[in-house]
């Protein structure tokens, strides 16, 4: 069902990129979301989940849990530290490992993502914005081609 409301219509593409890009990702045995954290943490050296929560633009509860998936995996190490909030996490070997591997997965989606905007914009209607999130969630979750319509 069509809505004019860029919102709800970010979200509808939001989570159709999640799929599509979990799906590329199946064979590097990660999900987006945690490959996120793993860049974020590569990027920033390490961090706290308050640190950590505002570069991913995510609230510490979901960072909290999924820190733990991420050091259950043997991803990332936690730093001692006297006071649990200022517990630091960081990549571990493993980590920067499974960021190295996976990487090739994740631009391959990115290049998806990038034409699908690009085609999507290079047509566009009377709302670009709106052709571009149609078109983006429309993209196959196994990031093959977009089907014409009509």
């Known amino acids: 069902m069509f809505t004019d409301c860029y919102c709800t219509q970010l979200r509808r593409a939001a989570r159709a ?5 979990d799906a590329v990702l199946t064979e590097d045995d990660i999900r987006v979301t945690q490959l996120a954290l ?7 050296g390490s961090a706290t989940v308050q640190e950590l929560s505002e570069e991913v633009a995510l609230d510490k509860g979901t960072i909290s849990r999924n820190a733990k998936v991420l050091r259950a995996e043997g991803w990332v190490i936690f730093e001692p530290a006297k006071d649990m909030r200022l517990k630091r996490m960081a990549l571990s070997s493993k980590g920067t490992a499974k960021l190295n591997s996976a ?11 990038r034409e699908a905007a ?3 914009l290079s047509s566009a209607g009377d709302d670009p914005l709106l052709d571009t999130l149609r078109t983006l969630k429309r993209l196959p979750a196994d990031g093959s081609p977009i089907e014409p319509t009509d």
């Open 103 to 113: 990487t090739l997965s994740w631009q391959k989606a990115q290049a998806k993502v």
């Open 17 to 21: 990129l999640t799929v599509m890009y």
């Open 118 to 120: 690009q085609a999507a």
């Open 38 to 44: 793993l860049r974020a943490l590569d990027r920033m």
